[in-house]
């Protein structure tokens, strides 16, 4: 889980740690669309190529969001 507009979105889950299934449903969706979708504002497939770069990014969105 990373800040994106599902993750923020508290209407999304019923306690805290889970999710209504329709959040499941898009989860899969976006899963089975593969790690290539263009402007996608949900959803990073992360690689050992790529795991640095994430969690550098993730770091930086949660910092912003701090109080």
Do not use: C, W
């Not at 969706?29 to 497939?45: D, E, M, Q, T």
């Amino acid at each position: 889980m990373y800040p994106n507009k599902v993750t923020l979105d508290l209407n999304n889950y019923f306690d805290g740690h889970h999710f209504y299934p329709h959040v499941g449903d898009q989860i899969a969706a976006r899963i089975l669309k593969g790690p290539h979708v263009p402007n996608s504002a949900f959803g990073v497939y992360v690689t050992d190529a790529t795991i640095d770069a994430h969690l550098k990014e993730v770091e930086q969105l949660a910092k912003q969001l701090a109080p």
